[in-house]
């Protein structure tokens, strides 16, 4: 079956490879919408999509469409847009009867995430979301053979990625509205962290500003020293030899596991599970947007020995 897909918030970051999954899996892409119309990508995978710059015209079309033929209305609406709408364009989708794929986070607060779930029962349609390390294969692998482990683990995270002074200025600035550095480019390595290591027992947070945290997390089976930063002064020495803007990194037990390759058809992966009905839902979202909003809510610990190297440099 081909679907029909619309997609909100077209115009941003993390927009095409939203675009190229649709297309890689064999789909059709009809409507778009954003309020910043530089959207010439579109003509790379259509020359018939309709887009709007407002989001008023851009649900009235969806509701036509949904009033008019099968073959014609929307399957899957594809949400882009910045994270404090994430929930307010769930809604938008579910309403017009469309399943939804809302990239990370899938809100911001955890209690948002309630009435979606009553939405969802009332409409008979479901909301999924983008925890592309989830399907990473060499995160697989080592998920397998953790689980057959019963150790407590020694976890280190490291996440350097560049930001100019755009990032400030933009939403992501913002903490109302992308949720905090532990929020926007943290969240689904706090997902990843719990799909492998179990549920959180406990957490210090021993600095966060505008641009970087970093915090302690105890878990079943880890505990997790973390640093976040989009910073560039904050990377590693050796990734600024190399002239690296970003810079990822989790030891185990003083292992490095290695996954930086095969990052960009993650997201391609992540639709092809959905449409096969095993996507992540809001059931697997809770864990790690209630800790992302713990983490911002948590008071300043002093730093001690359990706090991240880069912290304590």
């Known amino acids: 079956m081909i679907n029909n897909f619309a997609v909100i918030g077209v115009g941003g970051y993390i927009a095409p490879r939203h675009l190229k999954a649709i297309r890689d899996t064999g789909n059709r892409l009809v409507a778009a919408v954003d309020p910043k119309d530089s959207v010439g990508i579109l003509d790379q995978y259509s020359y018939d999509v309709k887009f709007f710059t407002e989001i008023e015209r851009f649900d009235r079309h969806l509701e ?8 014609e ?61 989830r399907v990473h294969p060499s995160l697989i692998k080592l998920r397998e053979m953790l689980r057959s482990a019963k150790d407590i683990h020694d976890v280190e995270l490291t996440y350097v990625t560049s930001r100019g002074p755009w990032y400030q200025v933009s939403w992501k600035g913002d903490h109302d509205k992308s949720g905090g550095v532990a929020t926007n480019i943290g969240i689904h390595f706090f997902d990843l962290l719990m799909w492998l290591f179990g ?41 600024k030899a190399h002239g690296k803007t970003t810079y990822r990194s989790i030891t185990v037990d003083g292992k490095e596991i290695e996954f930086s390759e095969g990052f960009t058809d993650l997201h391609t992966k992540v639709y092809e599970e959905t449409l096969a009905n095993r996507g992540f839902g809001i059931k ?30």
């Open 64 to 71: 036509k469409l949904r009033r008019g033929f099968e073959a």
């Open 73 to 133: 209305r929307i399957h899957y609406v594809s949400i882009c847009s910045p994270n404090y709408l994430h929930d307010a364009h769930c809604r938008l989708a579910l309403r017009v009867g469309a399943d939804v794929i809302c990239e990370k986070p899938l809100v911001i607060n955890p209690w948002n995430l309630d009435a979606l779930e009553e939405i969802e029962a009332e409409t008979k349609h479901r909301i999924f979301t983008i925890l592309q390390l």
């Open 199 to 239: 549920s959180v027992n406990g957490i210090k947070v021993y600095h966060k500003d505008d641009e970087r945290m970093s915090g302690f997390i105890e878990l079943e089976r880890a505990r997790v020293r973390w640093f976040l930063s989009v910073d560039k002064n904050d990377l590693p020495e050796q990734a």
């Open 284 to 313: 697997e979202a809770r864990p790690s947007v209630q800790l992302t909003h713990d983490i911002r809510q948590a008071p300043l610990s002093p730093v001690d020995t359990l706090a991240h190297p880069l912290l304590r440099k």
